[in-house]
C-alpha cells in the first residue's frame, strides 16, 4: 500500500472520528445561537454604563437583567453576597462577565448562618471581554476597576464603588475617598476615567451642582474635595441630566441624593445621556444611574457575540430525531466529505473540511426547538405578588398621568410610596 493511501486513509478516519463526536454532543448538549439580546452601541463609538445599589440580589435580578439589556456595563452597589458565593453573579444572564468584590468582615464560614451585606461588582457584556480587563488587586472591598482598551491608543477604567454611610461604624469614609483618589489620580494619567455607583455623599447646589439642593453632607464635601483636585465633575448634577434629582428614599420619605458619576472634566462635552431612571420593577430604595459618553474612537473590529440557547431534545420523539436529523445529516455529512476529498492535505485543507462540517452541523440543528429563558416564569412567585404587582403598576399609572406629583402631602404619591413598598418587602419575604 502506497504512504498516499495510507494518508488518505488515517485522515478519513481522523474525520469520522470527529464526525462521530459531534453526533453523540448534538444528541445531548448541543447548543445553536440565537440574536444577541444585548445590542452594545459600543461598536457605535458610545458607552453605556448603569450603576445601581441593589438592596440584595435575589429580589433584584427581574430588574438587574433589564439594565444589562440597556447597558454595556452595569456597576452594582450592595449585593450582599459572601466571596463564596459570587458565582450567583454568573447565573443573573450568560450574556455579561463580572468582577466581584465582597465586604471584608464577612466570614465565608458563616455564609448561610448570617446574612450578608455590602458588597460592590462590575459587570461587562460579554462582547467586551475579548479588550476588557479586571483588575482585581485595584481598590478596596469597596471599589472595583476594570480596564477597556478601546484600541492601542486609549484605554478607559470603570471605578465601581459602594463607599461608607455617615454613620458606618465598621470603616472611615476618608479612607475609602483616599485610596479612590490615588486610583483615580493612577489611572487617569493613562486614558478616561469614569467612577460611578453609590458614594453615600449628598450635594447642594453649586457651580457644578445645578440639580443640587439642600446642604451638602459631610462625604458630599469630602468628593467635592477630591473633585476639584482631580478636576472631575459629577454630570449627574449637571443640567443636562435628567429624570429626579434624587438617587435615594427610605420607607419613611426620606430623600437624597448620593449616587452618583463623576468624569474628567474634558469628558463632559462628549456626554449623551445622563439619567436618573424610574422603573416598576425596581425594588429598591435606591433609583439607578444610566450614563451614555462617546468614546474618542471607535473599538477596532468590534464583533458582536451570539449568545447560545439549548436544543429542546424533550419535545422531540426519537422519530423525528432518527428521519428529521440524525439521518439526514449522516447524508449531508457523506456528501460533504465526498465534495470535499479533492482539497489538499494540508493544514489549510483539513480546516476547511472541518469548518465545513461544523456548518452542515449547525445548519441542521437550526431546524430544532429550543429552549429560552423566559423571565416571567419565576419559581418563587405567588398569587399574592401577582395581586401586589398589579396594583403596584395600577398606582405607578395613576402618578403618572397625574404628572408625577411629589410630596409627603400629595396622595397619590403617597399611595404609591406605600403599595411599592409593600411588595418590595413581600417580594424580598419569597426568597
Sequence with gaps: MKTTDLIIMAYNCVIWIIVCSILVCSSR???VTRPTVTDPMINQGMLRVSAWNSRGLEAARPYMRKLMSQSDIVVISEHQLYSTEHYKLSELTNDFDSLAKSAENLDPALCG?????????????????????????IGTDRIAVIEL???????????????????????????????LES??????VKGDVIVIGDFNAHFGPGELCARGWGSTSKNGKTINSLCARQVLVPVDMTSGATGPNYTFMNERGHRSYIDHCLVPEYMVSRLRKCEIM???????????LNVHIDLPQELKEYITPEPKSAIAWHKISDEQLEYGYTLPLEAAIQLTI??????????EGLNRRINELIKLVKAKSAALPMTRFKKHLKPYWSP?????????????????????????????????????????RKHRKRF
Design 29 to 31: 448538549t448541543m447548543n
Design 113 to 137: 448562618v448570617v446574612p450578608g451585606h455590602g458588597g460592590v461588582a462590575v459587570f461587562w457584556s460579554q462582547s467586551l471581554s475579548r479588550v476588557v480587563t479586571p483588575l482585581k488587586d
Design 149 to 179: 482598551a478601546v484600541n492601542e491608543n486609549t484605554n478607559v477604567y470603570i471605578i465601581g464603588v459602594y463607599l461608607p454611610q455617615a454613620t458606618c461604624k465598621v470603616t472611615k469614609y476618608e479612607y475609602h475617598a483616599a485610596i
Design 183 to 188: 486610583i483615580v489620580e493612577q489611572y487617569i
Design 278 to 288: 424610574e422603573d416598576i420593577l425596581n425594588t429598591s430604595d435606591h433609583l439607578a
Design 338 to 347: 465526498q465534495e470535499t476529498d479533492e482539497l489538499p492535505l494540508t493544514r
Design 384 to 424: 399574592e405578588l401577582t395581586t401586589l404587582a398589579k396594583q403596584n403598576k395600577e398606582a405607578w399609572r395613576r402618578w403618572v398621568d397625574a404628572g408625577r406629583p411629589r410630596g409627603e402631602g400629595n396622595q397619590l404619591w403617597t399611595e404609591l410610596k406605600k403599595v411599592k413598598a409593600c411588595f418590595r
